[in-house]
C-alpha cells in the first residue's frame, strides 16, 4: 500500500523529469514547484507505462492544455484526453487522462468521474465530420487523424486502452456498470493507475540486499566450471514461500535462519531493490502474470514443472552442509533478479491476494532458482543477464543496459555532472546531487548513429543501434571521453534553436552532430543557419516538409557533397 514516503519519492522523481523535460527543450521554467512536479509527473509516468524511453516521442504525445501553455505557450483545448500514445509497430494506442494532487491523502483513492471526462474526445475522434479537426493545432490534429484511421477504418487489429493516472493514493475502487459501458461502447479497456502502482515504476538504486536460507540438501545441486574449483553457483529447487522470504522488504526476515510463521511472512512484500538489475520492466497486469497466479492456485505442486524459474546472481555465495549432511546452509550477498522478476513479483502478489495463500498453496508450490557469482563483476553479470532473456522478447536496449561499456559511460558522464539513465526510470545515481543534464541510453545511441554518418536514420531504427550496429558505435569507434562534450552539444542544440526562434526537431539536433564530427568549421549558430537554408532549398522540401526531408538518404547526400567541399 502506498505511503507518504512513496508521495515523496515520487516529487522527487517528478521534479528531476521536469528538469529532463526542460532540457529536452530548451526552456527555463519560472513557474512554481507545484507546477514543475506536475509536469515532470505526466513525462514520468507515460515514460513507465508506455514503455519507451525517447524522450521526444513522448513529449510529442501530451496533449493537455495547461502542458503545452507552459512548455509552448500555446493554450488550446486538449477535449478531455491529456496525452495520446501510438506505436505503429506493437499496434497499440494508449490515451490517458492525468491528476495530479499537490497534498497525499492516505484514504484517497481517484474518482470514477475522471474517465467519463475523456468521452468527450473519443466522440470527437469517432465523428463523421473530419472537418472538425482541422480547428485544432497541428499537435491534436494529426493524432486525431491517425486515430480517426485506427478506430473506424482499422486495417489490422490495435490494442486501445484508456489509462487514468494520478498520484493519489488508491485506484479506482468502484466497478460499476457505468465504467463496463464505457469500455464496452467504445471498444477499449480502461486502466487505473494511482501510486499504489507508481511506487513501483520508482527506479531507486538498492542498499546491499542480503539473505540467508536453509535447503534439503538433495535440492541443491552444486554447479562449476572448473572441476578443481570451490562450487561458487547452484541449482536448487525452492519454496514458493521461501522465495516470499528472501526477496521480502523486511530485512530481518530475508536474514533469519529460525522458522517463520505465515502471518510474519505475510507482513512483509517485494523489496523491489532486487529487481533493479532487471532488463524486463514492470509489466502490471499481463497475461503470463496470470497464467503464473492461475498456476499456483490450480496445480501448486506441478508449479515446478509449468514455470521456466529464476535466476539471481550475487556478489558472494557462501554454501555449508550441516550436520547430519541432510541440509545446506546458503547465504547470499547482494542479490540481484535478472530473470524471473515476474514470477517473483507475481509470488509477493498472490500471497498479498489472501492471507490463506500462503499456507494452502505457497509452502507447496517450489520453484527452480538459479544462483550464480558471476567471475567477472560486470561483464559476467551482464552475459547472464542477457542471455537469460534472450529467449523472450525485451527490447535491445534494455539487454545492453547492463553491458560493461554502459556502466563504463555512465560513471565517466557522472563525473562530469552529467546523469546518463540506462534504463526507463533512471535520472541519476544520487539523489542528493543536482546533474547538469540526463540523457537517456537510447538518445545518446542516436547521437552515436548520427556522428557514423547516419543522421537522416538515427530515429528510425533504436533496434539497430543496440543490436547489428552496437559494436560500431559504442564498441569500436567510441571515445569515452568524447562522451561529456557530445552531451553538452546535444543541449546547447537544442537551447540554441529555441533562442533563435526556429523550430527544432530531433533530427535536426542530430545532424548538427554529423557536422561537429565532419569538422565543419562553423559555430553552432552558423551550422543551424546553415542546415535550415539548405532544407528550405532542397527539391524535397516543398513536396516532403522537413521533417521527411531530413530522412531522406538523397538529402543527407546532396547535402554532404555541398559540404565536401569545405572539409579538410
Known sequence: MANIHDYHILNKKSERYAKLLADNVGVEFSINDEEKRRLGFYIFALEQICNDSDISNIIDCVIDTRFNELIYGERYNDSGVDAVYINSERKEVKLFNFKFRNSFNPNKSQSLNDNFISTKFLNLVLSDDKNKFDTFPDKIKDKLYSLSDILIRPQDEWKVELFQVSNEAKEVIETTD????????????????????????????????????????????????????????????????????????????????????????SKGYLDFGVLFDNVR?????????????????????????????????????????????????????????????????????????????????????????RMFMPDSEIDEAHKIAEFTNSQNPIKAVNLKSLASEQINIEKYLEEHGIAYARKAGDTGSKDDVEYKYTIGMETFGKILKARFGQPEKATSSVKGIFEEQYQDLFVKNFDLSEAPRLVELYF???????????????????????????GVNKSLEELIHYLEQFLSEHSLFSELGDVKTLGSSAFKKDLYENLEPTLS
Do not use: W
Open 178 to 265: 457505468e465504467l463496463e459501458d464505457l469500455a464496452r461502447v467504445y471498444a477499449i479497456k480502461v486502466k487505473a493507475v494511482a501510486l499504489d502502482t507508481i511506487s513501483e515504476f520508482m527506479s531507486i538504486r538498492p542498499d546491499t540486499i542480503d539473505a540467508k536460507l536453509i535447503l534439503s540438501a538433495d535440492s541443491v545441486m552444486s554447479y562449476s566450471e572448473d572441476t578443481n574449483a570451490s562450487a561458487k553457483s547452484f541449482i536448487a529447487r525452492m519454496p514458493c514461500s521461501e522465495i516470499l522470504r528472501i526477496t521480502s522488504d523486511i530485512a530481518e526476515l530475508r536474514e533469519s535462519l529460525q522458522p517463520i510463521d505465515s502471518d510474519s511472512l
Open 492 to 518: 546547447d542544440t537544442i537551447k540554441k534553436y529555441k533562442e533563435l526562434g526556429i523550430k527544432g526537431n530531433q533530427l535536426k539536433y542530430y545532424y548538427i552532430q554529423y557536422f561537429d564530427k565532419l
Open 281 to 369: 520492466g514492470l509489466v502490471k497486469n499481463s497475461k503470463y502474470n496470470l497464467n503464473i497466479a492461475d498456476t499456483l492456485k490450480k496445480e501448486p505442486k506441478k508449479f515446478f514443472m509449468y514455470n521456466n524459474g529464476i535466476t539471481l546472481i550475487a556478489e558472494d555465495i557462501k554454501a555449508k552442509p550441516l550436520a547430519g549432511n541432510k541440509s545446506v546452509k546458503i547465504e547470499l550477498y547482494n542479490i540481484q533478479i535478472v530473470n524471473g522478476g515476474q514470477t517473483v513479483r507475481t509470488i509477493h502478489d498472490f500471497n498479498q491476494e489472501d492471507k490463506e495463500h500462503l499456507d494452502n498453496y505457497l509452502y507447496d508450490a517450489e520453484v527452480l532458482v
